[in-house]
């Protein structure tokens, strides 16, 4: 049997609605597979390997038919299906690391435990030393041919001279999620200073500042990535009125439509670029034409485009473990 661990946030802390690893659960659950579930605090290593606690999961019958939370009634989405058992991450064929940020150093010290792993021959999704390598935010300046004007700094004045060049800003720190942290700074903002200071810790922790793109009136475009195959839709993501973030999680409403050619072609290009960074699923961010964040340590939106558009984008992802593996 194959058997695959999924690295998470406690389960009942999942969004039983929303939330895109439920929907990998149920895919690797629906081709017979078995699923185990492990926190970062399960994580050891001794004698040599990578070892870990881990549950086995069960996810509601009815809930593998239907994707939806209505059809529960009560009844909770999951069980467990007995006690943590003490496994070797090797004795797996595939681990997902789907633990939200923070992005802090207990993130990193996991990714070397997966490290391990993978040279132990386990398929990690996605590719330990990427997830380090490759910072959401600054991942983007690989690719300038689609980003709008930034600037990454930690010096108060350069990131003042990139203010005064633009006059309209949006100022994010580098480890941000979820809307947090992040501000717009418009032309003669009494605030500047503030948020330089705020944000920069008093000019000791860099962050980046992007052009503000008008365009985001008509969303920023949540754009999924599954091992170079782009999902041709997109979850647009339209912040409420009198608000700059669009992030579901400061109250965005998401509207999903059709990718436009030019959005195609975009993800068609860094699809194949993700794939040599052994990047199976990616979430890419745009608003207009310009690229502005690239998502790869736990993207979201999967159970919106499926509820949408009747896709099945869980079980994509299997398919492509099931390739790798």
Request: glycine share 6%; proline share 6%.
């Amino acid at each position: 049997m194959t058997e695959i661990a999924f690295i998470t946030d406690p389960i009942p802390t999942l969004n039983v609605a929303k939330d895109s690893t439920i929907a990998m659960f149920r895919a690797a659950i629906r081709r017979d597979w078995q699923v185990w579930v492990m926190e970062q605090r399960d994580l050891y290593w001794e004698n040599n390997e990578v070892v870990t606690f881990v549950t086995p999961l069960e996810v509601h019958h009815k809930f593998l038919d239907r994707l939806d939370p209505s059809v529960l009634g009560d009844e909770p989405w999951y069980r467990s299906t007995g006690d943590k058992q003490k496994r070797t991450l090797a004795s797996f064929q595939a681990v997902f690391m789907r633990k939200d940020p923070p992005f802090d150093m207990n993130y990193i010290y996991t990714t070397y435990m997966l490290d391990r792993a993978e040279a132990q021959g386990v398929l990690v999704v996605n590719k330990p030393s990427s997830l380090r390598d490759f910072n959401e935010k600054f991942y983007a300046t690989h690719f300038p041919e689609f980003t709008p004007p930034m600037v990454v700094a930690q010096d108060l004045n350069t990131l003042k001279q990139f203010y005064f060049e633009h006059r309209d800003v949006v100022f994010k720190q580098l480890d941000g999620m979820g809307g947090k942290g992040i501000f717009r700074v418009r032309e003669d903002d009494p605030n500047l200073n503030a948020v330089l200071e705020t944000l920069t810790v008093n000019g000791t922790s860099p962050i980046m500042g992007q052009k503000f793109l008008p365009e985001i009136d008509a969303g920023d475009k949540r754009i999924l990535i599954v091992d170079n195959e782009t999902i041709p839709y997109a979850l647009a993501r339209v912040p409420p009125d009198g608000e700059t973030r669009a992030n579901l999680a400061t109250g965005g409403t998401g509207i999903p439509q059709p990718l436009s050619q030019e959005d195609l072609e975009m993800a068609n290009t860094l699809a194949s670029e993700f794939r040599k960074q052994g990047l199976l699923f990616v979430g890419i961010d745009v608003i207009g034409p310009y690229l502005t964040e690239i998502n790869i340590t736990c993207p979201t939106c999967i159970r919106e485009l499926d509820k949408a558009y009747d896709l099945d984008i869980g079980s994509l992802l299997m398919d492509a473990v099931e390739r790798h593996m």
